[in-house]
């Protein structure tokens, strides 16, 4: 299969280093304290934030600061190939937790103590980066939950396929047999927090040129996060008359 043709363009009509499109809506679930439903291409993620509450196992308690739950699940009619579910759940359980440690780097537990946050993320539809949508829609919603953090988390694929660095991958492209960088960026300070590569050994002159480019694609999908979290406080504020 070609996934780069003679012009520059990749299977689904992207140049090399273009997003797909991004859609993001805060606020789609009224009885979590914090939602968010984001969509990159035709992948979908939907995410519910609950707390900062009252912790539920003791025994996981920790007085100084908060701790972080998250519940990763895929919708059945979402995948286009179907796995063992005893696969699919170790996989489901490693995502889970590189999430849950890529935000305790950025949430200011510590102003919780004897608390916990819950994360509920489903993917609603998979067609490539689904780890970074499922960051993405995550930092929405805890920012919808008004949960305070230091930063954003912004996250990007990419990776080097027939002699190309390509920006966010879809799932044809992340079958491809090429290495799979994940890029997780707080784009503020330009530094990162989750670096995952999967797949095909790389040399390190294209990982060095994938890397900036997945820093790029982060900060793009920040600036568009950005301006859907003014429009949603925007439209928040001339709903309940404040101004």
């Known amino acids: ?64 600061k908060a701790i972080i739950n998250v519940e990763y699940s895929v919708a059945t009619f979402s995948m286009t190939r179907r796995k063992k579910t005893s696969k699919r759940n170790k996989i489901s359980q490693e995502i ?42 995550s930092t929405l919603a805890l920012i919808d939950a008004g949960v305070p953090m ?18 966010d991958l879809n799932h044809l492209e992340e079958d491809s047999g090429g290495a799979i960088v994940t890029v997780t960026l707080l784009p503020e300070y330009n530094k990162i927090t989750l670096l995952r590569v999967y797949s095909a050994r790389i040399k390190m002159k294209n990982f060095e040129t994938i890397l900036k480019l997945g820093q790029n694609g982060c900060q793009r999908i920040a600036d568009l996060m950005k301006s859907a979290i003014k429009e949603h406080t925007i439209n928040q504020v001339n709903s309940r008359g404040i101004l």
């Open 1 to 64: 299969m070609e996934y780069v043709n003679q012009e520059g363009l990749r299977i689904d009509g992207r140049r090399v280093n273009e997003l797909r499109k991004i859609q993001c809506k805060l606020g789609v679930l009224k009885r979590a304290d914090g939602s968010a439903l984001f969509e990159q291409g035709f992948t979908r993620v939907l995410v519910a934030v609950y707390g900062p509450r009252e912790i539920t196992q003791r025994r996981k308690k920790l007085h100084d």
């Open 96 to 137: 889970a937790n590189s999430i849950r440690k890529s935000f305790e780097t950025v949430i200011q537990l510590e102003l919780f103590p004897s608390s916990q946050i819950d994360i509920f993320i489903q993917v609603l539809q998979a067609d490539g980066g689904i780890i970074p949508a499922c960051i993405n829609a």
């Open 150 to 167: 230091t930063d954003y988390l912004c996250s990007c694929s990419c990776s080097f396929i027939d002699e190309e660095n390509l920006l």
